[in-house]
């Protein structure tokens, strides 16, 4: 958050105001809709990669908690929605595995 707040030279609170929104699930995230993505996503590129947040630089966070990683798989599909780092992964993995529908 701070180091967001310093790139687009905000005040924190008004950072927290403008960029970010409560969730019961998750805490603080930074806002985002099923239109448009994360705040920070344009069309499909993240505007402040090099600042990004830690959640968003650790992923696909294989190295935090004890679930594997298959077991957090669920959580993928929803963020590839929002950001288009998970969505390339995402892709990135079904061409890796040779995935396909048919075959499962
Ligand atoms: S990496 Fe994705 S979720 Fe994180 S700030 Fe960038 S667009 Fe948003």
Redesign the pocket.
């Known amino acids: 958050m701070d180091r967001l707040a310093k790139l687009l030279r905000l005040p924190e609170g008004r950072f927290l105001k403008d960029y970010t929104t409560t969730t019961e699930e998750e805490g603080l995230v930074?806002k985002r809709d099923e239109t448009s993505g994360?705040v920070?996503?344009s069309g499909n590129v993240?505007t402040?990669?090099d600042t990004?947040?830690a959640s968003?630089r650790d992923f696909p966070h294989t190295l935090r908690g004890s679930a594997s990683l298959q077991a957090k798989m669920w959580d993928f599909k929803d963020r590839a929605v929002?950001?288009?780092?998970v969505y390339n992964t995402l892709e990135a993995w079904k061409v890796e595995t040779d995935f396909s529908p048919a075959a499962r």
């Open positions: 930074l994360c920070f996503l993240c402040v990669y990004r947040p968003c929002y950001c288009p780092i």
